[in-house]
T-cell receptor
Framework: EPEVTQTPSHQVTQMGQEVILRCVPI?????FYWYRQILGQKVEFLVS????????KSEIFDDQFSVERPDGSNFTLKIRSTKLEDSAMYFC????????????FGPGTRLTVL | RKEVEQDPGPFNVPEGATVAFNCTYS??????FFWYRQDCRKEPKLLMS???SGNEDGRFTAQLNRASQYISLLIRDSKLSDSATYLC????????????FGTGTQLKVEL
């Protein structure tokens, strides 16, 4: 199975602070996704990124969120001013090398906002 | 109506049993269908794609009924290692479209 990596595995922050979550997707793909999962709830789509631009975003992805590709291989999800309700697992995902239909998820970053 | 609906379970079954999970989706325009597996506090892992003709991968069989907007997963000869949450997932199109997840069905396989 293709590998997607994420750092850090766990991030603890104070409410109002900025956090940056990082992901290295499967190489040579132009599509890239962020999802989140609040504890005990379903996985929810946040944003998709195609060819260095946001292609779709959900209602959750408000002005506090941004996604960037600072270099050729890394992607970041930034939350500018964290709220308690941002506490969740954040997963990045990337299509597979053999099929764009399927998405493979990274191990996730657990964000805890105090 | 929820976009993707699943019975949350848990389904507690003995090792070796056959268990079936069902899922319904609300958007008739959905084109791609998947089952993912998620272990506690881990990432979703692709189990299999689901095709209209039905498909099988070892002990796992998936079926799609587009007319009823219904997806199923059958697990035969359950193993202890099958214990996990099974996520029903749909996408409007292939290739770049966001995934919409159900809440998952929890399976516990017991000795």
């Amino acid at each position: 199975e293709p590998e997607v990596t994420q750092t850090p595995s766990h991030q603890v922050t104070q409410m109002g602070q900025e956090v940056i979550l990082r992901c290295v997707p499967i190489s040579n793909h132009l599509y890239f996704y962020w999802y989140r999962q609040i504890l005990g709830q379903k996985v929810e789509f946040l944003v998709s990124f195609y060819n260095n631009e946001i292609s779709e975003k959900s209602e959750i992805f408000d002005d506090q969120f941004s996604v960037e590709r600072p270099d050729g291989s890394n992607f970041t999800l930034k939350i500018r001013s964290t709220k308690l309700e941002d506490s969740a697992m954040y997963f990045c995902a990337s299509p597979g090398t053999s099929s764009r239909d399927t998405q493979y998820f990274g191990p996730g970053t657990r964000l805890t906002v105090l | 109506r929820k976009e993707v609906e699943q019975d949350p379970g848990p389904f507690n079954v003995p090792e070796g049993a056959t268990v079936a999970f069902n899922c319904t989706y609300s958007n008739s325009a959905s084109q791609s269908f998947f089952w993912y597996r998620q272990d506690c506090r881990k990432e979703p892992k692709l189990l299999m794609s689901v095709y209209s003709s039905g498909n099988e991968d070892g002990r796992f069989t998936a079926q799609l009924n587009r007319a009823s907007q219904y997806i199923s997963l059958l697990i035969r000869d359950s193993k202890l290692s099958d214990s996990a949450t099974y996520l029903c997932v749909v996408a409007l199109t292939g290739g770049g479209n966001k995934l919409t997840f159900g809440t998952g069905t929890q399976l516990k396989v017991e000795l």
